[in-house]
C-alpha cells in the first residue's frame, strides 16, 4: 500500500497509540462517577480543628459541614484535613463535598462513647443488625446525599473500635455497633485513596446507594475482630470496587440486601456490582454474597482477587426465611493461598431477625460462574448446598485447580440439591455437577 507520507505518519502514530493503549491501560469501572473540581477550599483547622491527638474536634468537623451544607458554593467544597491526629465523635457529611485527608492526617473515632447518636434501624433489616431497637450511627455517616468524595492522600481513617469489640466479647452492648463509613439513600460517591482502620463494625457500607465507587483503599483490622467486614454493599446499585488491600476480622467484600421477612417487604436488590483487583486476608470469606441477600443480589461481577490466609475463598451464602434472587454472579481469576475451604454456596447460613419470618421464603440461585481459579493449601475445594425445595441451578464450574494441604489427601468436594455443570475442574467435583451437559453455561 502506497500512502501520501503524512498518512503514513498518521497510520503509523494511530497504531503507535493504540498499541501504547492497549500495553497501559487497565480495565476499570471507576468511571461511572465523575470527579468533580472544587475551587472552593476550607480546612478544618479553619473551623477550631486541632490535630494534637487530644483535642475533640468534634465542633469543628460538624460547623466545617454546615458551612458547606448552608453556603452551597458552586462546585462544591473540599475539607481539607491537615496533617495530624484529629480525635472527634461521629459527624454526618453533607451533599457536593470532598473530605481531603492529607499524608499523615488521622481522623480518630474518640473511645468516650456516652454521646455517640443512635438512628432507626435500616427498613431492610427491621432492627438493629446486631440486637433489636436502633443503631449507632457510623463514625462518618451520609444519608441522602449526593456528589460526596472522600479521599487524599492515604490519610486514615482510624475507629478505634477495641472498646466497641470488647463490649460484643462481654455482652455488654446495647445497640448495634456503628459502621467506620456508611452512606444511606446516596448517589455518586467516590471513596479513594484512604486507610480504614480498625472500624467498631463493618467499614464501608453503601446502603440503598447507587454509583459509588471504591478504590486505591487500604483496610485493616485485627484478625479477631467481630464483623469487620471490609465494603458491604446493600441494597445497592453500580458499586465499582477495585485495586484495594483489605485485611480484616470479617469477609472482605459482602454484597448483601436485607434480612429476611424485612428485606423481601422492603424489595430493595443489590446489581451491578465490580470488585476487580483485590488482595486480601480474613479468616472468613473472600468475595462474600450474603447472607442478608433477601432484596436479591444479580450481576455481580469479581475479577484479578488474590486472597492469602483465608476461611473461604469465595462464598455465597444465603438460607431459608431470606428469599431473594441470586442470579447471574461471575468470579473469574482468584487465587487463593491458604484456605479452609475453596468454594461454598450454602442455603443454611445466617440466624433470622426475629420469630417473624417465613420459613417458605426459599431463595432461588442461579447463574453462578465461576472460572479461572489456583489454589494452594486449600483444605476443602467446594462444598455446595442447595435447598431440597429450591435447588441451585446454572453452576458453572470451570478451569479450577486446588492442591491440598502437604499430605497425600487431595481436596474433595461435597454437594446437594444443586444442578450444573464442570470443566477441567481438579480434583474432580461432585457428580451433581460433572455429569450434566453444559445447559446455559457459556464456558
Ligand atoms: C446526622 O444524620 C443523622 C441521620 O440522617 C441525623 O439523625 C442526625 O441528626 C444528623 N446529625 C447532625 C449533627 O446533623
Ligand atoms: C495511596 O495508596 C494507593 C493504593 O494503596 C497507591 O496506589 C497510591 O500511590 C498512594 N498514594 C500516595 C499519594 O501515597
Ligand atoms: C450478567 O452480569 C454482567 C455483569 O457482571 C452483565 O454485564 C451482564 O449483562 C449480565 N447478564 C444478563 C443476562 O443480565
Excluded at 50 to 77: E, P, S
Excluded at 358 to 374: D, M, Q, S
Excluded at 397 to 417: A, E, Q, T, V, Y
Amino acid at each position: 500500500m502506497l500512502l501520501p507520507p503524512f498518512l503514513t505518519l498518521t497510520f503509523l502514530l494511530l497504531f503507535f497509540n493504540a498499541s501504547v493503549a492497549a500495553i497501559y491501560s487497565t480495565t476499570t469501572c471507576s468511571n461511572i462517577v465523575s470527579l468533580r473540581y472544587r475551587s472552593d477550599r476550607i480546612s478544618v483547622t479553619d473551623f477550631g480543628g486541632v490535630g494534637d491527638g487530644r483535642t475533640l474536634n468534634t465542633k469543628a468537623f460538624r460547623a466545617a459541614v454546615y458551612r458547606i451544607q448552608h453556603l452551597r458554593r458552586r462546585g462544591g467544597t473540599v475539607l481539607y484535613v491537615p496533617p495530624g491526629v484529629y480525635l472527634t465523635e461521629s459527624f454526618n457529611l453533607t451533599s457536593h463535598m470532598t473530605l481531603y485527608l492529607a499524608a499523615g492526617a488521622v481522623i480518630k473515632a474518640t473511645q468516650e462513647l456516652g454521646n455517640w447518636p443512635l438512628i432507626a434501624p435500616l427498613p431492610s433489616y427491621g432492627r438493629g443488625r446486631e440486637l433489636p431497637g436502633g443503631r449507632y450511627m457510623s463514625f462518618i455517616h451520609g444519608d441522602g446525599l449526593s456528589d460526596v468524595v472522600i479521599t487524599g492522600e492515604n490519610g486514615t481513617i482510624d475507629g478505634q473500635g477495641d472498646v466497641w469489640w470488647n463490649m460484643w466479647r462481654q455482652r455488654t452492648l446495647q445497640f448495634t455497633r456503628p459502621n467506620l463509613v456508611e452512606f444511606v439513600n446516596s448517589q455518586d460517591i467516590i471513596i479513594s485513596n484512604v486507610i480504614f482502620k480498625n472500624s467498631p463494625f463493618w467499614n464501608i457500607h453503601p446502603v440503598y446507594c447507587s454509583n459509588v465507587v471504591v478504590r486505591y483503599v487500604t483496610i485493616l483490622a485485627p484478625r479477631d475482630s467481630p464483623n469487620t467486614d471490609g465494603i458491604d454493599p446493600d441494597s445497592s446499585s453500580n458499586v465499582c470496587i477495585e485495586d484495594s488491600y483489605i485485611s480484616t476480622g470479617d469477609d472482605l467484600v459482602a454484597v448483601k440486601s436485607g434480612w429476611d421477612e424485612y428485606g423481601i417487604a422492603y424489595g430493595r436488590p443489590s446489581y451491578g456490582i465490580t470488585i476487580r483487583r483485590l488482595t486480601g486476608s480474613s479468616p472468613f470469606a473472600g468475595i462474600a454474597i450474603g447472607s442478608e441477600t433477601s432484596g436479591g443480589v444479580e450481576n455481580v461481577l469479581a475479577e484479578h482477587i488474590n486472597l492469602f490466609n483465608m476461611g473461604v475463598g469465595i462464598h455465597i451464602k444465603t438460607n431459608s426465611g431470606r428469599g431473594g434472587l441470586i442470579k447471574n454472579i461471575t468470579v473469574a481469576h482468584v487465587y487463593v493461598e491458604n484456605a479452609r475451604q475453596g468454594i461454598k454456596i450454602a442455603g443454611d447460613v445466617g440466624g433470622h431477625p426475629d420469630e417473624k419470618f417465613n420459613p417458605n421464603a426459599l431463595p432461588v440461585v442461579k447463574g453462578i460462574t465461576i472460572k479461572n481459579v489456583w489454589g494452594v493449601r486449600v483444605n476443602q475445594a467446594g462444598l455446595i448446598h442447595g435447598l431440597r425445595n429450591s435447588p441451585f441451578t446454572d453452576v458453572c464450574l470451570s478451569n479450577i485447580n486446588f492442591h491440598g494441604m502437604r499430605g497425600p489427601r487431595s481436596p474433595s468436594w461435597k454437594c446437594s440439591d444443586v444442578f450444573g455443570f464442570a470443566h477441567q475442574v481438579s480434583p474432580w467435583p461432585c457428580s451433581q455437577l460433572s455429569s450434566q451437559e453444559p445447559g446455559s453455561c457459556a464456558i
